[in-house]
């Protein structure tokens, strides 16, 4: 292409230098003659002007028609489709376009191809970021940390779950060294050469009431240029605070049992040998038994309960009835362990008529478990209260008394199946199921509330509501009509 260029100066040039040429010589043939009649000094400047308007005329119109050849070939090129035959219509540029018009082509071929790799690398990386952040996405629901370390032990990504670990404050953990435990369980999976490449541990992060436990597994991933570990650790604090309460769960109920059973039995001895004198003592030793049988009962009550809550479904016997029916029942039942502790025992129900759509035993079983717990952990002298009342449209049910108290901290625990407050079990043994069972019964299966107040040393108040009315009623029907029937229902409960 330059030589085409260098090619249409020269001739442009010589060109130029012809026509200065003929221009003086033309010149001097017209003035030849006369050239004897002038000044030979007017003459040479006379040729020399001939000479150099000569050239610059030829110039302009070369430079005329050199501008409108270079349009016209800048609007071949310019043109969406270059085509050889173009050229020829070029006028004095034909040799160059002849010779760009290929190459033109060829970069333009070449550039398409280029735009439409560009266009294929920028469509894959938006699908890879794409499901990366699918990825990333569905890594952040899993409530187990996952974490990927690179061959330096560094971690190079983390869901929310393991950030929540990795991070104190403004300050994120980004390698290994301040978890001794979890970069030794990467280096063994690493370095392990056994047909399988997981490897599995537990261990501790933290102590005290902080500690943390993990369960964790470490899987090596096959990568030859970036060998990868990665790992998915899962918070087992509470499971084994779950085993834990278990095991003390078959401590206390064996003592549990063990006790009325062995009174039961060192009573029945004594009327087996006779060893009972008047008939009032014998009396008085049935009247024993019979209390020990009834506490047994309740246990066992309360334990087979708690296992239908359990397995998820629980048979459940509604009934339109009056609510202090169940509570004056429930309250003789526990009337005489108060008297038996010389504790004072006030029922103070309501004098309206507090209806009420529920299942007797079930609920019944839940304020005897209410008033059992105020008379086991009041002590001797001490008063246990039941109240009833009506608030707007719903029952409102207390139990209260005035014994050991329970901190705050024990508070949001206290319905958790198991779950004995510390410093409890000197004063009094227990399963732990008790008010577990009781919260089920009356939110799940009632439909109503629980809550406790307490303050240690002065006493605690459970406090229930219930919905008022009869199912009959509620549904509008008229209350003439409204008459007590038991209905089974079948209803799935969750365990707590």
Same mark, same amino acid.
């Given at each position: 292409?330059?030589?085409?260029?260098?090619?249409?100066?020269?001739?442009?040039?010589?060109?130029?230098?012809?026509?200065?040429?003929?221009?003086?010589? #033309?010149?001097?043939?017209?003035?030849?003659?006369?050239?004897?009649?002038?000044?030979?000094?007017?003459?040479?400047?006379?040729?020399?002007?001939?000479?150099?308007?000569?050239?610059?005329?030829?110039?302009?119109? @070369?430079?005329?028609?050199?501008?409108?050849?270079?349009?016209?070939? $800048?609007? !071949?090129?310019?043109?969406?489709?270059?085509?050889?035959?173009?050229?020829?219509?070029?006028?004095?540029?034909?040799? !160059?376009?002849?010779?760009?018009?290929?190459?033109?082509?060829?970069?333009?071929?070449? *550039?398409?191809?280029?735009?439409?790799?560009?266009?294929?690398?920028?469509?894959?990386?938006?699908?890879?970021?794409?499901?990366?952040?699918?990825?990333?996405?569905?890594?952040?629901?899993?409530?187990?940390?996952?974490?990927?370390?690179?061959?330096?032990?560094?971690?190079?990504?983390?869901?929310?779950?393991?950030?929540?670990?990795?991070?104190?404050? +403004?300050?994120?953990?980004?390698?290994?060294?301040?978890?001794?435990?979890?970069?030794?369980?990467?280096?063994?999976?690493?370095?392990?050469?056994?047909?399988?490449?997981?490897?599995?541990?537990?261990?501790?992060?933290? $102590?005290?009431?902080?500690?943390?436990?993990?369960?964790?597994?470490?899987?090596?991933?096959?990568?030859?240029?970036?060998?990868?570990?990665?790992?998915?650790?899962?918070?087992?604090?509470?499971?084994?605070?779950?085993?834990?309460?278990?095991?003390?769960?078959?401590?206390?109920?064996?003592?549990?049992?063990?006790?009325?059973?062995? %009174?039961?039995?060192?009573?029945?001895?004594?009327?087996?040998?006779?060893?009972?004198?008047?008939?009032?003592?014998?009396?008085?030793?049935?009247?024993?038994?019979?209390?020990?049988?009834?506490?047994?009962?309740?246990?066992?009550?309360?334990?087979?309960?708690?296992?239908?809550?359990?397995?998820? &479904?629980?048979?459940?016997?509604?009934?339109?009835?009056?609510?202090?029916?169940?509570?004056?029942?429930?309250?003789?039942?526990?009337?005489?362990?108060?008297?038996?502790?010389?504790? @004072?025992?006030?029922?103070?129900?309501?004098? /309206?008529? /507090?209806?009420?759509?529920?299942?007797?035993?079930?609920?019944?079983?839940?304020?005897? +478990? #209410?008033?059992?717990?105020? &008379?086991?952990?009041?002590?001797?002298?001490?008063?246990?209260?039941?109240? %009833?009342?009506?608030?707007?449209?719903?029952?409102?049910?207390?139990?209260?008394?005035?014994?050991?108290? !329970?901190?705050?901290? *024990?508070?949001?625990?206290?319905?958790?199946?198991?779950?004995?407050?510390?410093?409890? +079990?000197?004063?009094?043994?227990?399963?732990?199921?008790?008010?577990?069972?009781?919260?089920?019964?009356? @939110?799940?299966?009632? +439909?109503?509330?629980?809550?406790?107040?307490?303050?240690?040393?002065?006493? @605690?108040?459970?406090?229930?509501?219930?919905?008022?009315?009869?199912?009959?009623?509620? *549904?509008?029907?008229?209350?003439?009509?409204?008459?007590?029937?038991?209905?089974?229902?079948?209803?799935?409960?969750?365990?707590?």
């Amino acid at each position: 292409m330059k030589s085409s260029h260098s090619t249409i100066w020269t001739t442009c040039l010589i060109a130029s230098g012809v026509v200065a040429a003929f221009c003086g010589a #033309l010149a001097y043939a017209v003035a030849g003659p006369a050239t004897a009649l002038i000044d030979p000094n007017l003459l040479i400047y006379v040729h020399v002007a001939i000479a150099c308007v000569g050239p610059v005329l030829v110039g302009l119109l @070369t430079g005329r028609a050199f501008h409108a050849a270079m349009k016209r070939a $800048t609007a !071949i090129v310019r043109r969406a489709e270059l085509r050889p035959e173009f050229a020829n219509s070029a006028g004095p540029f034909t040799p !160059i376009l002849a010779e760009m018009i290929p190459r033109l082509e060829s970069a333009e071929q070449h *550039s398409s191809d280029s735009d439409r790799k560009r266009a294929e690398l920028e469509a894959r990386r938006h699908i890879e970021q794409r499901k990366f952040a699918q990825l990333s996405a569905s890594l952040d629901c899993i409530p187990d940390a996952v974490v990927l370390c690179d061959a330096a032990d560094r971690i190079v990504f983390s869901n929310r779950a393991a950030s929540t670990l990795w991070c104190d404050g +403004n300050s994120c953990v980004s390698d290994l060294s301040a978890l001794p435990e979890l970069a030794k369980l990467i280096q063994e999976t690493r370095s392990r050469t056994e047909a399988t490449n997981r490897r599995a541990a537990e261990f501790t992060v933290g $102590t005290g009431e902080s500690a943390r436990a993990f369960r964790a597994i470490a899987t090596s991933i096959a990568n030859d240029d970036q060998p990868a570990i990665a790992v998915v650790l899962k918070d087992v604090r509470e499971e084994r605070q779950e085993k834990e309460r278990h095991v003390q769960f078959i401590s206390s109920v064996c003592h549990e049992l063990k006790t009325p059973m062995a %009174s039961i039995r060192a009573y029945t001895e004594l009327l087996i040998d006779d060893d009972v004198e008047t008939e009032q003592e014998r009396k008085e030793t049935y009247g024993f038994i019979e209390s020990q049988v009834d506490r047994l009962t309740r246990m066992v009550n309360n334990m087979l309960n708690f296992a239908r809550v359990e397995t998820g &479904v629980i048979k459940v016997q509604r009934e339109d009835l009056e609510l202090n029916d169940v509570l004056t029942k429930a309250g003789k039942v526990v009337s005489q362990l108060a008297e038996e502790k010389n504790q @004072t025992f006030v029922s103070e129900l309501s004098d /309206l008529y /507090l209806a009420a759509h529920l299942d007797k035993e079930l609920f019944g079983q839940g304020v005897i +478990n #209410l008033l059992s717990n105020a &008379v086991k952990y009041t002590p001797a002298g001490g008063e246990v209260r039941l109240r %009833s009342r009506l608030e707007d449209d719903c029952i409102v049910v207390e139990v209260s008394d005035n014994g050991l108290g !329970i901190p705050e901290e *024990s508070l949001p625990k206290l319905f958790d199946r198991f779950y004995r407050v510390p410093g409890n +079990n000197s004063a009094a043994k227990g399963t732990g199921l008790g008010l577990a069972l009781v919260k089920h019964i009356v @939110t799940e299966l009632h +439909n109503g509330t629980i809550d406790v107040t307490s303050e240690v040393g002065k006493g @605690t108040t459970f406090r229930l509501t219930l919905p008022f009315g009869h199912r009959s009623k509620r *549904s509008g029907r008229s209350s003439s009509r409204s008459v007590s029937t038991t209905e089974p229902e079948s209803a799935s409960t969750t365990s707590e």
